[in-house]
């Protein structure tokens, strides 16, 4: 199931919240949470849910151990089933692509198990989480171990289910305790709310829209007018954000509901100076969980070069099995390791050049979402006029909802607005009558809307 | 931000959608020919289709013959069935089912425009399909619905009453997506403005309700198996109370039910699927019962073998067969 469908907002979630506010005894709304996002999770595919409950109960097991804080042993044990699952779902017929072609190629030959994998959605989101808690509960940074059902709503909260943000235990821990005495303000309604209408606008009214325009020129990447190129590559970098910023304001919005704070996990990232910058406003809890899980032990600052590299690497995989992935990561990194050398120099120039220049340059890395490396390379040449036929340009229209988007990705400050309200009662009102407008907006375009594009990862 | 004004903004909003985000209807283009409607009509809702051409019935005379049912029907224009002297109109409207044309028909009688003679199509038992009626709009919808789970209680089998409230929540929930879907708001927009735009070439319905065949006829390939999956879905109790609401019309009603390809048709005469068979014994009870004239499916060997699938007749097959239902005595 999908926030923006109509299944999810007119009977899944009244459905829920009823229960949750009405039907439920106070002491059982963390079960009722638990079974409505294993129901949320398994409408996509009972096999999912049954992945994700084993996860839930192999951790689990170990980390109720006494002996498990500072057991190296245990935390291998502990993470193993939640990464071998990743592995088998999602990386393992890149493997077999990459290193036994043979195998990929004839598919009469072996290997019959892993045909047909279905990739459960978000797996890699509910995987780190299972881990980080695995790490932080081997480091002793849990303060209380969590009981079985606090656990398992830990990592199956549906709000953040299948597309983040990958919060830690403790981030959550608090309102998890609290959840049977949780009584929702007024204020909790408006901020949920708030951020609930604008994330479905940024998703279904201007993701998907962009999508829209994009779509004809995707197929024919390298016989694009250089204006052509350029304006699919600004229109998917668009796309992609308010694609997963308006997930992640969804979740945050419904996290609310549920007396959740769930971190932000964009911080207006388009606006970073720099490439550096870049990584610590976009998808911040992902950053974090590479910073504080892999750069780090790997030693963070002492092998600087190699561990920038690693860890772009895994970031760049973990958002897919392929190597346009990989080498997407790795021009992160050649990045964020170009600026430390040049910082002194690029720190110079007006902010908006600044902003201008690292706009440009993670853009040109989103080239490596939208195609394979042959037609990357088709459309570089494009970009840069060197195509072979040129067929196809973006309508005034196109290019108008370009600058809109732009407009509102630049200027619109929709986490302000959620969490700060004007003491003016004018403003209030046509701020609660734009709201509603919005919604009304959103409902109209919800039966075309699509999936969103992390639940790939 | 001010909750109540939100409520208050929100719920105003949505009672305009609902107003305003319906099909407009002022002249008939079945009247008037106005091609353009005529091609929109078929990127329409059922329910709105039923509605255009209610209206346009309810703005013309009383005519001799029509036609109701649904792409079984639709197709047959009033060359197909011998009456081009403006006597026959084709009411059918695809997607829906003998429940609609039965709603249907009531409300044309209470505007006293009930065709003389009502054709009325039930699609082949064997194809056992029955979906609950789109129209009329809620809150008269709900009436009828009402009507139906009180005749269930009271008279069908409790497994037969939550089918009926499950298709209800089915249209229910279909008609509200329908209410917020942009697409069709335009198409509705663009359906009442028409008049004012370019008329589209390759226009589908015809002045008569017809809509012309989208798929040339053609050799169908048959498969052995065909229906035999269908499911019952037929509601004996609710078919028979219709075929009662039906009798009880200012107008000679025929119900007849549609053909199927001649090949197909041999086969399953001699050995009819489990649920076609018991829904033809009941269905031929109800017609004399309630004093009907119905029709079981004929076998359309006569006609040409060209089908547009193994259900649906060209129009001038189906068309040829209405004509001589038309000639007969009323055989009760």
């Known amino acids: 199931m999908i926030f923006n469908s109509f299944e999810f907002l007119f009977l899944f979630l009244p459905a829920v919240l009823t229960g949750f506010f009405v039907f439920s005894a106070a002491r059982y709304r963390i079960w009722l949470l638990i079974g409505a996002s294993f129901l949320f999770y398994a409408l996509s595919g009972i096999e999912h849910a049954i992945i994700l409950l084993l996860q839930i109960l192999w951790v689990f097991v170990f980390i109720r151990m006494d002996s498990f804080q500072g057991n190296r042993v245990a935390l291998t044990f502990a993470i193993l089933f939640p990464a071998l699952s990743l592995i088998y779902y999602k990386y393992l017929g890149f493997l077999i692509a990459s290193f036994l072609p043979s195998y990929a190629e004839d598919g009469s030959a072996g290997f019959s198990l892993f045909e047909n994998i279905i990739l459960p959605a978000g797996i890699s989101f509910f995987t780190f989480q299972s881990v980080s808690l695995a790490i932080d509960r081997y480091r002793g940074h849990i303060r209380e171990i969590p009981k079985f059902r606090e656990l398992a709503l830990y990592i199956s909260f549906f709000p953040q289910l299948v597309a983040g943000p990958i919060v830690r235990y403790d981030q959550v821990a608090e309102a998890i305790h609290g959840i049977s005495a949780f009584r929702i303000k007024h204020q909790d309604v408006i901020e949920a709310l708030s951020f609930i209408i604008f994330g479905l606008t940024a998703k279904v009214l201007i993701a998907d829209s962009l999508s829209l325009y994009i779509e004809p020129f995707k197929g024919t990447p390298g016989e694009l007018p250089a204006l052509s190129a350029l304006y699919v590559l600004f229109a998917y970098s668009f796309q992609i954000y308010f694609d997963f910023y308006g997930y992640s304001l969804i979740a945050i919005g419904l996290g609310r509901l549920f007396g959740f704070h769930l971190p932000d996990n964009f911080l207006r990232p388009y606006e970073a100076l720099n490439p550096k910058e870049f990584w610590r406003r976009w998808h911040v809890s992902l950053s974090y969980w590479i910073r504080d899980y892999l750069y780090i032990p790997l030693g963070g600052r002492d092998r600087h070069l190699r561990n920038i590299l690693i860890t772009f690497a895994v970031c760049g995989l973990w958002h897919g099995a392929d190597w346009t992935f990989i080498v997407w990561g790795l021009y992160h990194a050649a990045l964020v390791i170009g600026y430390s050398q040049v910082s002194r120099f690029w720190d110079k120039f007006p902010f908006i050049v600044q902003k201008a220049v690292n706009f440009s340059l993670v853009s040109l890395g989103w080239i490596l979402f939208l195609f394979n490396f042959q037609e990357a390379n088709e459309f570089l040449k494009s970009m840069f006029g060197f195509s072979v036929n040129s067929v196809g340009t973006p309508s005034l229209e196109s290019w108008l909802f370009l600058l809109l988007s732009a407009g509102v990705c630049f200027f619109a400050h929709f986490v302000r607005y959620s969490r700060h309200f004007s003491s003016s009662v004018i403003v209030s009102h046509i701020y609660a009558t734009f709201l509603a407008g919005l919604l009304v907006a959103v409902l109209l375009f919800v039966d075309r809307s699509q999936d969103f594009i992390y639940f790939r990862f | ?332």
């Open chain 2, 1 to 332: 931000m001010k909750l109540l004004t939100f409520t208050t903004a929100l719920v105003f909003l949505i009672v305009c959608l609902f107003i305003f985000n319906g099909i407009q209807l002022t002249t008939s283009p079945f009247k008037n020919g106005n091609a353009a409607q005529l091609a929109i009509i078929d990127e329409l809702p059922a329910a709105d289709v039923v509605k255009i051409k209610i209206n346009h019935a309810n703005i013309s005379s009383r005519v001799k013959v029509g036609l109701f049912g649904n792409s079984r029907s639709v197709q047959v224009s009033s060359q197909d069935i011998g009456l081009e002297n403006g006597g026959f109109f084709n009411f059918a409207v695809p997607g829906t089912s003998f429940r609609q044309s039965t709603i249907y028909l009531e409300q044309l009688s209470k505007m006293g425009k009930t065709p003389e003679i009502a054709l009325v199509s039930f699609d082949n038992f064997e194809l056992q399909y029955f979906p609950s009626p789109p129209h009329p709009s809620a809150p008269l919808r709900w009436v009828y619905v009402w009507k139906d789970v009180f005749f269930g209680v009271m008279n069908a089998p409790v497994a037969d009453t939550l089918k009926i409230l499950k298709r209800a929540a089915i249209i229910e929930w279909d008609s509200l997506t329908r209410l917020f879907n942009y697409e069709l708001m335009m198409r509705r927009l663009k359906y009442a403005s028409s008049e004012h735009i370019p008329a589209i070439s390759g226009t589908r319905f015809l002045p008569d309700g017809s809509r012309l065949q989208e798929e040339k006829p053609s050799k169908v390939i048959i498969d052995a198996n065909s229906f035999a999956d269908a499911k019952p879905n037929i509601l004996l109790d609710f078919m028979a109370r219709d075929m009662a609401r039906l009798s009880k019309l200012d107008a000679r009603v025929i119900i007849y039910e549609s053909p199927i390809h001649p090949e197909l048709a041999i086969k399953l005469n001699q050995q009819p699927g489990v649920y076609a068979a018991k829904t033809r014994i009941r269905f031929l009870k109800a017609c004399k019962d309630y004093n009907i004239e119905c029709y079981s499916a004929p076998v359309l060997e006569d006609g040409s073998d060209l089908w547009v699938d193994k259900s649906h007749a060209p129009g001038s097959v189906l068309g040829a067969y209405l004509a001589q239902i038309l000639k007969h005595e009323p055989a009760k």
